[in-house]
């Protein structure tokens, strides 16, 4: 029997080891999947993440566009604006030459002055009002907000100085609605 007990063992033994192996291997492939599943949500957090943050650089974006649009709705209004203070400049000009040539109408003329630079003098209040500023052309030919029509010879201005301005520029907030239109010195 000892033969016996021995074989027994031996094979209880080898049940042992083979059920351990299966359960070693059970347990591996467990450990296995569970990297798995592990590195798949790890992969779709990621994927979330950033999915996520994209939606909010969109969100932003959209928010920024938004503004720029409300801010600068009134700007081809504002344009189109340009040439009707232009005409009163010119009306005021013309009415100033009118009055040195002819000193008998005064009177009407003072009046029709007077009338017209309130009227350009409000024109001016509410396009200010409405963030619309002329721009200044002292001075130096700056290209952001000045487009040169012609050079002139100039003694008294150095080479790329404004001489003449032939159109005043405006801006709008921080964008050019019209740019200045003048004559630099060669």
Sequence with gaps: MSKENEDASIDAE???TESEEIAESET???VSELEEMKALVASWEDKFLRTHAS??????LLAKDKAAAVAYANER???DLLSVLDSFESALATINGAKSEEQQDSDLLDKI?????????????VLEKNHIKEIVSDGEFDPEVHQAIMQVESD????GEIVQVLQKGYTIKDRVLRPAMVSTAK
């Excluded at 009227?119 to 209040?125: A, I, P, R, W």
């Excluded at 008294?156 to 080479?159: L, Q």
Aim: without cysteine; hydrophobic residues 25%; glycine residues 6%.
């Design 14 to 16: 080898v049940e042992t």
């Design 28 to 30: 591996k492939d467990e």
């Design 55 to 60: 939606f909010e650089n969109s969100k932003r």
């Design 77 to 79: 209004f504002a344009s």
């Design 113 to 125: 002055k007077e009338g017209l630079e309130l009227t350009f003098g409000q024109l001016k209040k």
């Design 156 to 159: 008294e201005h150095e080479s």
